[in-house]
């Protein structure tokens, strides 16, 4: 080959069209670069705000303003159309799904009542409607405390600035219906002034700080994930106060949590039918995650539940969080190659393994607590089934810590695996010391599986007056909730958003 010099030597033209095509694409390179930076400043402009907001602004509509791409994809939260094998944007009664559920929960208020979740649109509605917050006919009324209201809304954060974060948990859940109000949104997540993410929950700061270590030094890409464990991570109410705290302080996994709540002596509540101290697992999305390959390849939540978008030359954060299987393009396809149902199906397959051992170590628990009170019914001591009771407590924790993230089965199969298995050991070895202890009280007969083939049966089997629950529900929703809206729009009506 022939050198450039040798080439131009020979024919000296050649040297002219080489500078010249060096001057064009230098020239289209200089408008690309400018047409880039244009594109940036018009994507900065477009955030520009329009309206200065308050830092605790609750209403969504009034940020939305200053923020409509993100506004209108974030109302699509109230889209429910799309269903998935297993979750979709639409609630499932997983009671009727699942009646074991029932007896699971016996005594503890979600044997009334629980679905799979929607939308952020929703928070505020679901939470009113669900029969576990009871019918308050005052404000007085209730067992639920106004910690409940914690991860519904950004009249939250606006109440605990008013108030004060241990006043705010302080006091029945019904006190504060009228001033919670506005669903899941802007400023749950976002700093008014920098539109920042932020952290407007003390229990995830507090939790943290325990650990001795410092949110506020976390990365963006963390930062894309802590917005998010603000609510979905487990939890518990502390003490009298019912202060919102993280058991996390030996470790996130089932076993440090577990053994975190074992040093408190801590149970949500005493099981019906075997009396069993209970815990009740929230929703560990965030803990789990985190030890599932995506976690430990560092992805974040907003990578698969808000992707980018474009839209006219400005990129942005889709702001409809939802099952990434009803939006695989943008979402799994950004990282890999296979296509669509590939992918869907690999979500899939590792679903129906975890539920598949799920059930079994659903119907072991409820062996085990049908057979622990055939055992008291007999007779047995407290002595005798205190070792029973530990390992019910642990099993069906086990079960449980796995169950209430309804992602936990892909985001992390084989801790979703492990925590079942051991799920299963804890009841088998439960039911292995109740069979003894019922040979020595005179029971030798196989204790009979309840007929709970349907949720009315099983609510029926564990004592539960449904008509009543219900008939008592909607007498609260009727007269109730219009007066708290009424009372919350005369508030709102009358402050402007800057005095907040
Ligand atoms: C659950 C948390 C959450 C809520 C609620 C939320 N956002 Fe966001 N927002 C995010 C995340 C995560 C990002 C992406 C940030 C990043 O990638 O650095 C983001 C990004 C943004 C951005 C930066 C530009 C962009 O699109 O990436 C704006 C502006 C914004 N959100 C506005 C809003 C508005 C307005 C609302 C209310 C209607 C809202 N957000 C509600 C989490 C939230
Ligand atoms: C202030 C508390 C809060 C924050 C912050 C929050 N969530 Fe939620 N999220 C909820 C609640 C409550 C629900 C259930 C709403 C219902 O069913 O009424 C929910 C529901 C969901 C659902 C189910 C949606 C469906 O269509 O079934 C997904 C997915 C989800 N959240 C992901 C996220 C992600 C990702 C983030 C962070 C970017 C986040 N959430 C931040 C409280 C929160
Ligand atoms: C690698 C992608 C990916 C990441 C990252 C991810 N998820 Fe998921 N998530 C999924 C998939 C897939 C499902 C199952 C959806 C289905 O079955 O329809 C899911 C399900 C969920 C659900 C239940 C959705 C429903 O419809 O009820 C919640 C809640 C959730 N994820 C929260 C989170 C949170 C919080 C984080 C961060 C700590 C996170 N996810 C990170 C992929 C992801
Ligand atoms: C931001 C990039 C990114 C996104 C988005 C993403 N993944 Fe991944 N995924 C990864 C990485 C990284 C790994 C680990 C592979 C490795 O390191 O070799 C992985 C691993 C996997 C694996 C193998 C996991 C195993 O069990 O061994 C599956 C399956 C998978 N992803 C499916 C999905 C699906 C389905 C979605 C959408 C819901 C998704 N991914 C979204 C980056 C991503």
Redesign the pocket.
């Known amino acids: 080959m022939k050198s450039i010099t040798q080439i131009i030597k020979e024919k000296p033209y050649m040297g002219w069209l080489l500078f010249f095509a060096t001057v064009i694409i230098v020239f289209l390179l200089g408008l690309l670069a400018s047409s880039i930076i244009e594109r940036r400043a018009e994507a900065i402009y477009a955030y520009k705000p329009s309206k200065i907001i308050s830092q605790w602004e609750p209403r969504n509509d009034i940020w939305g303003g200053n923020f409509q791409r993100e506004y209108e994809t974030y109302l699509k939260t109230a889209d429910t159309s799309f269903r998935s094998m297993y979750n979709g944007n639409a609630q499932i009664d997983m009671l009727e799904l699942d009646p074991k559920l029932v007896v699971l929960w016996a005594g503890y208020p979600f044997s009334k009542d629980y679905s799979q979740p929607r939308g952020h649109f929703y928070a505020i509605d679901d939470i009113r409607n669900t029969l576990r917050t009871e019918a308050p006919m005052d404000s007085k009324a209730g067992k639920m405390p106004n910690t409940c209201w914690t991860c519904k809304s950004p009249d939250v954060p606006r109440m605990m600035n008013k108030e004060g974060i241990s006043m705010f948990y302080k006091g029945n859940w019904a006190s504060k219906g009228h001033e919670i109000v506005n669903f899941i949104g802007c400023a749950d997540c976002h700093d008014a002034k920098t539109m920042n993410l932020r952290i407007s929950r003390p229990a995830l700061i507090e939790a943290f700080e325990r650990q001795g270590k410092d949110i506020t030094k976390s990365t963006q890409q963390e930062m894309r994930s802590l917005v998010c464990a603000q609510c979905h991570v487990e939890y518990y109410f502390k003490g009298d106060g019912k202060y919102l705290t993280f058991p996390w302080d030996k470790g996130t996994d089932v076993d440090s949590v577990e053994s975190y709540y074992d040093s408190y002596d801590f149970s949500d509540w005493k099981h019906g039918l075997s009396r069993a101290p209970m815990l009740k697992a929230q929703h560990p999305d965030f803990e789990i995650f985190k030890m ?3 976690g430990q ?1 560092g ?1 974040a939540c907003a ?2 539940h808000m ?1 980018y978008r474009s839209e006219g030359g400005v990129k942005f954060t889709d702001h409809h969080i939802q099952s ?2 009803n939006n ?1 393009a943008n ?2 396809q ?3 190659r296979e296509s669509e149902e590939t ?2 199906n ?2 899939y397959e ?1 679903q129906k393994k975890v539920s598949f051992i799920r059930d079994k170590a659903e119907e072991f628990l409820v062996r085990a607590h049908v057979e622990a009170k055939a055992a008291w019914d007999a007779g047995a001591s407290e002595t005798e089934m205190k070792p029973v009771l530990t390992l019910i407590r642990h099993a069906q924790w086990r079960w449980d810590y796995t169950a209430a993230g309804h992602g936990n089965a ?1 985001h992390a ?2 801790e979703s695996m492990k925590m079942l298995s051991t799920s299963m050991e804890k009841s088998q070895e439960a039911r292995l010391l109740l069979s003894r202890i019922l040979a020595s009280h005179g029971v030798t007969k196989v204790i009979d599986y309840p007929d709970i083939s349907t949720k009315a049966k099983a609510q029926k089997y564990i004592g539960l007056d449904m008509e009543k629950l219900i008939k008592e529900k909607q007498e609260f929703k009727n007269k109730v909730i219009p007066e708290w809206i009424k009372k919350a729009k005369i508030r709102e009506d009358k402050y402007s958003s800057e005095k907040l």
């Open positions: 599932g390959i995506h390849r992805l990578d698969c992707p990434p299987l695989i979402t799994c950004v990282c890999h992918l869907r690999n979500v590792r892909f199969p084989l």
